[in-house]
Nanobody, 115 residues
Framework: QVQLVESGGGLVQPGGSLRLSCAAS????????MAWFRQAPGAEREFVAGISRSSSSTYYDESVKGRFTISRGNAKNMVLLQMNSLKPEDTAVYFCNTDPPQLPWGLGTLVTVSE
């Protein structure tokens, strides 16, 4: 069974940066649109950023546009999210999945933006 594993989260001050990684065992992402999602405490999971199967197109939620960059790693089964100029409202557990989500969700990686 495919397992999604997110990593790279942590505690960062406002204005700081983090780089998240997503890898999948048993599957390549190359032929699939992929996306990052996040879920803040007490909130629904929401879309953050997506990348087309060819990597020719990326798309973002308005709240992160200009600050976050989604890309594919060199490995066939890796998707990255570079997060800059982080804000406290970016605090959430971040998940990756296909777009739309079709795989079992991983555990996510916690991003905390705080002084």
């Amino acid at each position: 069974q495919v397992q999604l594993v997110e990593s790279g989260g942590g505690l960062v001050q406002p204005g700081g940066s983090l780089r998240l990684s997503c890898a999948a065992s048993g599957r390549t992402f190359r032929q699939t649109d992929m996306a990052w999602f996040r879920q803040a405490p007490g909130a629904e999971r929401e879309f953050v950023a997506g990348i087309s199967r060819s990597s020719s197109s990326t798309y973002y939620d308005e709240s992160v546009k200009g600050r976050f960059t989604i890309s594919r790693g060199n490995a066939k089964n890796m998707v990255l999210l570079q997060m800059n100029s982080l804000k406290p409202e970016d605090t959430a557990v971040y998940f990756c999945n296909t777009d739309p989500p079709q795989l079992p969700w991983g555990l996510g990686t916690l991003v905390t933006v705080s002084e």
